[in-house]
């Protein structure tokens, strides 16, 4: 089946066939004299070398110059006209012309060129104004609209086949396009994929960090504020074995926090307490340890949370007592859970020394260390102090409850 751009091709090898075939029949008449046939024959061949330079030899005029081809179509219609008059067989080379006006003239000038081939195939604009002769040229001026229509058509479907392969090639392009955007994507996702390995390392090692903060060096310091006790009570041999057994103890149990923050674990106390319980043997430890008196108050309902949170307010009590210990010179001190509705408040207060948060005193790596465990859960850290008044701590987290964990994972 021919394709719609193919026609170009067929109407423009379409004269030579009925050139050929017109010169056949009119070499074969006898009642045509030789000398007659001879002219005829060199006018038919002046035709054929006429059509094949102008049209055969420059493919691209038909296409793109509309002065060469409209001298080539009035030189083809003329020799068709002239060639017709000496032999009938010839109007089959005037009836070429309809669709030559399509391939060789461009838009409108086609239909031009149908007309004045109807013109020269009825004999001319008197022909029409004779009234014994204008009926006799009706069939060939009903061909001329039948070649105009369907020359129409045919221009409409290769503009329709045209308009196509453009929006293919517009869809080709796009997906050309597209594809070294995916390409882009791709390196830039390796990218990112880079830095989020780098953030993640930075980010574990600050988790680390905290986590040997909040256990091995608290429990190294303990240790040594025991030894230095137990130093200053050398002459009482009770008090040396007390202060050492509690070092042992502290020994073990840091030991025991290296290993489940190496795991990334949970904390010991949460591993399987409630935070409550978990928060109460931490006072009554600490109390114990630094012989200061100490309580913990629990308001709300108690629930189980996400473990990051009952962590992060774990650590974060730990820490306050810890700096109590290290720097308040506390009376006393209070520890409140609150559990409300939305958040999971934890309020560490004394009536030491107190400070000026505002000072170099209230950057330590300690408090620091906090803000960053709190902030990670979108939480916030308060301090309220001041010289001689004691100090506040206000830690405030997400109340996640625990079903976020099983439901993420």
């Not at 950057?363 to 308060?382: C, D, H, P, S, Y």
Request: one cysteine or more; charged letters at 20%.
């Amino acid at each position: 089946m021919l394709r719609i751009h193919d026609w170009d091709r067929v109407w423009r090898a379409l004269p030579l066939g009925f050139l050929g075939v017109a010169t056949l029949i009119a070499e074969a008449d006898p009642s045509v004299p030789s000398h007659d046939r001879a002219v005829t024959l060199a006018l038919a061949a002046a035709v054929a070398v006429w059509h094949w330079w102008m049209v055969l030899a420059h493919p691209d005029w038909p296409e793109r110059a509309l002065a060469p081809m409209a001298c080539y179509f009035a030189g083809l219609l003329a020799l068709a006209w002239v060639l017709s008059s000496r032999h009938p067989a010839y109007g089959l080379l005037v009836f070429a012309c309809f669709p030559m006006a399509f391939a060789a003239l461009p838009g409108r000038y086609a239909y031009l060129g149908v007309a004045t081939t109807a013109l020269v195939a009825v004999g001319g604009p008197s022909a029409l104004l004779d009234a014994e002769s204008s009926w006799q040229s009706v069939p060939m001026l009903t061909g001329a609209v039948l070649a105009a229509f369907i020359g129409w058509s045919i221009r409409a479907m290769e503009a329709e086949v045209e308009r196509r392969h453009a929006a293919n090639r517009a869809l080709e392009s796009a997906n050309l396009r597209l594809a070294r955007l995916g390409e882009e994507n791709a390196e830039l996702q390796g990218r990112l994929l880079a830095a989020a390995r780098q953030t993640g390392v930075a980010g574990e090692r600050g988790r680390l960090a905290r986590e040997f903060h909040d256990t091995v060096a608290q429990g190294l310091v303990a240790i040594v504020t025991q030894i230095e006790a137990a130093e200053e009570a050398v002459n009482d041999a009770d008090a040396v074995r007390r202060r050492l057994a509690v070092v042992r103890s502290l020994a073990r149990e840091s030991l025991a926090e290296v290993r489940r923050s190496l795991d990334d674990l949970r904390p010991g106390p949460l591993a399987e307490t409630r935070l409550p319980e978990a928060l109460s043997a931490l006072v009554s430890g600490w109390s114990a340890t630094h012989e200061l008196p100490a309580m913990l108050t629990v308001t709300g309902t108690a629930r189980l949370l996400h473990p990051e949170v009952e962590v992060t307010v774990y650590r974060a009590v730990q820490e306050a007592l810890a700096n109590v210990a290290r720097h308040a010179e506390a009376g006393k001190t209070g520890v409140t859970l609150s559990y409300m509705e939305d958040v999971v408040v934890a309020d560490i207060r004394d009536d030491g020394v107190g400070f000026d948060p505002s000072g170099a005193g209230g950057g330590g790596f300690g408090l620091t260390a906090m803000r960053q465990r709190v902030v990670r859960l979108a939480g916030n850290v308060e301090v309220e102090s001041a010289p001689g008044q004691g100090t506040a701590v206000s830690v405030t987290v997400p109340a996640i409850p625990a079903e976020a964990e099983r439901e993420a994972t």
